[in-house]
């Protein structure tokens, strides 16, 4: 019994380490002093794991301060909050309707809605380039905010569906019993039952606008339009020169709050994923 | 209150519900649908970013790829890297979820470390890596030649078969945290009786997991595996990010291609043509998934 | 073939005492039922038998084989069926009952023999390549019990198997359970809630009640001679009738108990029969068909606010009415007296 339980406890560790060593990784380098990181890994003798120098701040001091970062954030942040405006608008209404109001058909709609979240980018920008030209947004962040939402809309609207699947519709009806209309169902009592199904929407759209990088790389060319997930990679080089230690810094400033956010909502995404045939 | 007598369309349902719903079917029609079927028909074409003109070419484009050295280099690579990474993430994810599905002090922190790789921005990952397999500085050359491992050296992006090898490993790596959550939810819903009825029947763990478990989560492993070859296959961070495409055009795959032909290169027509090679990974995706979809219904009965 | 013993059993969840300290000895043979409501323990006590729990305290031995400690339920002899059968959806009928034999490597020859004769025995031959979900209940439950069976195992274990069967079906059920146990003559455990199947189907009954053995007993000690006022109310349908009376003839704080079917119209009972009258106030009666149940209170020395159930057979076709005040009697030899307080009996 007791070997098992070791052996239990190696393969997690194990299973940790292989997920998790870049983030060290990461988190050494942004606060590594360049002496103590541009050591050519052939130098056994130095160890590249462990501070030899004391930590230091000047790669954060220099992301934050001498780079486009703070402004990319600000760009990232907006169109998170736009995107996440207009996929709350238009997958949560659609998603009640199908869940609610659509009957037979209504499982089947949702189903195909689905599927066109599994039409990739890396298909659709060529369209799109042409589309973004024609309305005049090249190089701008309305671009983004005008196509993201085909990737939320589809997902986020079978979220929604899903989510009402286990919201006992009998509370509506009782409503409507004592007297609401259904229009007035949707508008009164229906948002505070499914604010949980609104929220996973939300947050959905936000790691989605963070993680996203096809569409920035092809519709953002100028530094300061960039979003934090476009310009880190591409535009955080000086020459040819990559300061992997504001990159590094910058990469695990990113990842933290969608850390925290996916480990909060992750049984919620899962029942989108696998279209509810599974309990989270 | 609306009135109390007569209906109005506060209580026409079928017209709420299409009014509700026309928004996101305009969304999905237009920006999905109709730029899906632009593409296909944009590799039939002539089309330019330059100008808007766009002359029927007919299969001019195909015959162009089918032709190129590069381009048969990234289809195969795009099937190498998709199955390469998916086949080892089954396997991980399967063993992982064994592991975390068991209780153990601080299972909470090890699951939030295990699902980095998933949280993570795929450009913030792949520039990570990047800085990982450099060729002067990679951490792992030093943790090998440290462990006396490797004797020789290691160019991971610059040698054209290491830097596949190293596609791969990101590829899985970002892509295990989501088929181990994925694994482990069905691993929960399989009902707590059938598996105490195996135990109580005699099987032991290893006939357990084969004969009971293994079967009953294979759905949910093909969802898994579904999502993970869409994620991969039409992945350009991952590529773009660590090696451009190169060394020399040898380890692009079609998004990157894509990509470098349509956007960079301004031919349309070409990028497109290329991108529609990504369209038969989507439709057995598809098809399979509907197919689970049924069989998921027909068995809840 | 073995009997069960268990010695101080106790289970604990916490604060929570799930089983609370049980003995008790099963004969070789012997079909017992556990009956009890939800929370009373009958259900862990089960699985500690069949080795799903660990008991926190005591010992269990089946075939005098002592098995509470590290003994894995598969080297126990026993055999289970679950309330929701517990079959394996993605194997056929024959591989749901053959699964047991493969995990204990009988040969392939003797599996298909075996499945075969139990299958034989609950005449499932023919969905033998069918799968569990195109099965109807019942057809699943003799499956699980199939599966059980052909281990030849030393004790059966059930768990409310025939909770999930409409009420038509559980009839016919019970009558082939019993038989079917009275054929194979193996040990049986069976764990239910409801005290008509478990007066149909126990050589003897244990009652339980928040992890404690209420009563052992067969189905008539328990019915006829319980040994607190909760058993005498869980077992019977309507339960036993217990009145506080004023009577200077009793002790002080005694419940005076006796079953409906006792509590008849005076005129129904010979004028010499040594029975002890009530004047019993009606309030309503229900006409069932094979009985009527009439529902009162007693009007002399009796608490008006307690109420008082007769059930008369069809065969008593005296008129009731409702509203008014009746000569009621119980024979005084089927009167049943508890300590108010502790709710144990007294006997004279």
Redesign the interface.
């Known amino acids: 019994m007791k070997l098992k339980r070791m052996a239990l406890y190696a393969a997690a560790l194990a299973f940790m380490v292989f997920a998790g060593f870049p983030f060290y990784w990461m988190l050494i380098t942004a606060f590594k002093q360049n002496r103590d990181l541009y050591v050519g890994a052939s130098d056994v003798k130095h160890i590249p794991w462990i501070f030899n120098d004391p930590p230091t701040l000047e790669h954060v001091r220099l992301l934050l301060g001498q780079t486009a970062f703070p402004r990319w954030v600000l760009n990232t942040l907006l169109v998170v909050v736009a995107v996440a405006v207009i996929t709350v608008a238009v997958a949560v209404p659609a998603g009640y309707s199908l869940a609610r109001l659509a009957g037979r058909w209504g499982e089947r709609l949702g189903m195909g809605i689905f599927f066109t979240y599994l039409i990739p980018p890396t298909l659709l920008f060529i369209p799109f380039s042409r589309l973004v030209a024609l309305l005049g947004l090249n190089n701008s962040l309305g671009a983004l905010i005008l196509i993201y939402p085909t990737m939320t809309i589809p997902f986020c609207t079978w979220l929604v569906m899903g989510f009402l699947r286990s919201v006992p519709w009998e509370i509506e009806e009782q409503a409507m019993i004592d007297g609401y209309s259904r229009l007035e169902v949707i508008l009164r009592v229906a948002p505070r039952l499914i604010m949980p199904g609104i929220l996973t929407v939300v947050v959905f759209t936000f790691t989605l606008v963070m993680q996203e990088f096809v569409y920035a790389l092809t519709f953002l060319s100028s530094v300061d339009k960039m979003t934090v997930s476009l310009g880190v990679p591409i535009a955080l080089v000086r020459g040819d020169v990559y300061h992997w230690g504001s990159l590094m810094a910058a990469a695990l400033f990113t990842s933290i709050p969608l850390a925290i956010v996916y480990n909060l909502f992750i049984d919620r995404f899962i029942q989108g994923f696998t279209m509810g045939a599974v309990k989270g | 209150m609306t009135s109390l007598t007569r209906r109005s369309i506060a209580d026409r349902e079928d017209v709420l519900g299409v009014l509700m719903l026309a928004p996101s079917l305009v969304y999905v029609i237009l920006l999905v649908g109709v730029p899906f079927s632009l593409a296909i028909l944009l590799s039939f074409s002539n089309a330019s970013a330059g100008s808007l003109r766009f002359e029927w070419a007919g299969w001019a484009n195909y015959g162009a790829i089918l032709g190129d050295p590069i381009f048969l280099r990234a289809l195969r690579n795009s099937v190498v890297v998709t199955v390469g990474s998916q086949a080892l993430v089954v396997v991980l994810a399967t063993a992982a979820a064994q592991v975390f599905r068991a209780t153990f002090a601080g299972k909470r922190f090890a699951r939030f470390v295990l699902l980095l790789p998933w949280a993570v921005p795929v450009s913030l990952a792949a520039i990570a890596w990047t800085w990982i397999f450099d060729s002067t500085f990679s951490v792992i050359n030093w943790t090998l030649k440290a462990a006396g491992l490797m004797h020789g050296w290691l160019y991971w992006l610059g040698d054209p078969a290491l830097a596949l090898l190293a596609i791969i490993i990101v590829q899985a790596w970002r892509i295990l945290p989501f088929a181990t959550v994925i694994v482990l939810a069905g691993l929960a819903s399989i009902p707590q009786e059938v598996v105490e009825a195996a135990i109580v029947d005699g099987a032991g763990f290893w006939r357990r997991l084969f004969q009971v478990e293994l079967p009953l989560l294979l759905p949910v492993v093909a969802v898994a595996v579904l999502f993970g070859v869409v994620y991969t296959a039409t992945d350009l961070g991952v590529v773009y990010v660590l090696t451009g495409g190169g060394p020399a055009n040898t380890t692009h795959v079609l998004p990157t291609l894509a990509f470098q032909r349509g956007i960079l290169g301004a031919d349309l027509g070409q990028g497109a043509a290329i991108a529609v090679f990504l369209l038969p990974f989507l439709i057995v995706v598809a098809v399979a998934m509907l197919r689970l979809a049924r069989r998921a219904e027909i068995g809840a009965r | 073939m073995a009997g069960v013993e268990i010695r101080g059993l106790e289970k604990h969840f916490g604060d929570l005492r799930a089983v609370d300290g049980v003995n008790l000895s099963i004969r070789e043979g012997e079909f017992v039922v556990l009956l009890g409501s939800s929370g009373s323990g009958k259900t862990t006590l089960l699985r500690m038998i069949?080795?799903?729990e660990r008991p926190s305290s005591g010992e269990i031995y089946i075939g005098g084989e002592r098995v509470d400690g590290d003994v894995?339920?598969?080297a126990r002899g026993?055999?289970?069926v679950?309330?929701?059968y517990?079959?394996?959806?993605?194997r056929t009928v024959f591989k749901n009952i053959s699964?047991?034999l493969e995990?204990?490597g009988v040969p392939r020859q003797q599996i298909e023999e075996k499945v075969r004769w139990a299958a034989e025995m609950f005449s499932i031959t023919r969905y033998l390549d069918r799968y569990p979900?195109q099965l109807s209940g019942g057809e699943r439950q003799r499956v699980a019990l199939c599966?059980a069976l052909v281990?030849d195992p030393k004790v059966f274990l059930l768990d409310e198997p025939l909770a999930n069967l409409d009420a038509k079906l559980r009839n016919t059920a019970r009558d082939d359970l019993k038989r079917f146990q009275r054929q194979i003559k193996t040990t049986t455990v069976y764990v239910t809630h409801d005290q008509v199947e478990a007066m149909g189907l126990g050589d003897r009954i244990v009652v339980m009640e928040r992890g404690k053995v209420r009563q052992v007993g067969t189905p008539q000690e328990v019915y006829e001679d319980p040994v607190d006022t909760f058993v005498a109310t869980f077992v019977g349908q309507p339960p036993m009738n217990l009145i506080e009376l004023r009577d200077a003839s009793l002790p002080a704080r005694t419940l005076v108990g006796f079953r409906p079917e006792h509590f008849l119209p005076r005129s129904a009972f010979a004028a010499g029969e040594g029975v002890r009258t009530f004047r019993f106030a009606v309030r309503r009666v229900e006409y069932l068909g094979s009985d009527r149940y009439v529902y009162g209170s007693i009007a002399d020395g009796g608490n008006p606010d307690t109420t008082v159930i007769a059930k008369l057979p069809a065969t008593v076709a005296l008129a009731v009415p409702e509203g008014e005040t009746h000569e009621f009697a119980v024979p005084t030899a089927t009167l049943r007296y508890f300590d108010a307080d502790t709710g144990l009996r007294r006997r004279p």
């Open positions: 069949a080795g799903l894995p339920p598969r026993i055999a289970m679950f309330q929701s517990a079959l394996y959806p993605h699964f047991p995990a204990h979900r599966r281990r």
